[in-house]
């Protein structure tokens, strides 16, 4: 067994949250602006598509009433800022079900046959159908690219890692809204010890060379 190896066929690759709902609409008359870290994710998606390779979106799909979020005790919310005086308030959800906010982002080239994974916690594979159809079509290693880093993405690595699933993540086409020094500890100190590591470029020629 070799790092920089894995067999097609035997490889998936997940997109973590890259949906409306957490990318700003365009401006009128303006082609809508993303990010470094989602262009890379589209990079990736094209070489994949190009590679036959299966297509996981793991998506949000929270109700509008907001009925299936939990109310948990923590120090501050998402974005690190303490709650004011201490009231935890449940969060606005920047996607909903069965709205446009829950759709993958159409730059991804989403298409019917792929498999969406419509979750309620931040682990892809928390109570959903993720790890049935992985194992279904003998998937056992999985390309995985999103965000926010150090919240779904991070919950997802630790929940494949322990159904030994070998992980390959994309650092450069995840990303962060909270804090740029958690995704690059991550990156840097943690996600190594349960995936290998590599950014976009990287990644594709891994892809490349293993259809040559």
């Known amino acids: 067994m070799n790092v920089n190896h894995f067999k097609l066929e035997k490889t998936g690759v997940l997109f973590f949250d890259i949906l409306n709902g957490y990318v700003p609409e365009s401006e009128p008359g ?8 989602i262009q890379n994710a589209v990079r990736l998606s094209k070489a ?10 793991a998506k949000g799909n929270h109700r509008p009433d907001n009925a299936t ?6 120090d501050t919310n998402n974005s690190l800022t303490p709650w004011p005086n201490g ?9 909903i079900a069965g709205d446009k906010s829950s759709d993958v982002l159409a730059d991804l080239g ?11 916690r931040w682990s892809a594979f928390f109570q959903t159908y993720l790890d049935l159809a992985l194992r ?21 690595l630790y929940s494949g890692r322990d159904l030994d699933y070998n992980m390959i993540v994309a650092s ?4 962060t809204s909270h804090d740029q020094r958690a995704h690059d500890t991550l990156m840097e100190l943690i996600f190594p010890r349960m995936a290998r590591v590599r950014t976009t470029d990287q990644v594709i020629e891994m892809i490349q060379r293993a259809r040559g």
């Open 48 to 57: 994949a598509r190009a590679a036959g390779l299966p297509f996981f979106f």
């Open 30 to 37: 303006r082609p809508r602006a993303l990010k470094p870290w």
């Open 172 to 175: 450069d086409a995840c990303g």
């Open 69 to 74: 979020t939990a109310l948990l005790l923590t």
């Open 87 to 95: 009231e935890v308030t449940k969060p606005k959800m920047h996607v």
């Open 110 to 120: 989403p298409r019917p046959e792929d498999y969406y994974i419509v979750k309620y």
């Open 136 to 156: 279904t079509r003998g998937i056992d290693t999985i390309i995985i690219s999103g965000g926010s880093t150090d919240v779904g993405v991070t919950s997802t």
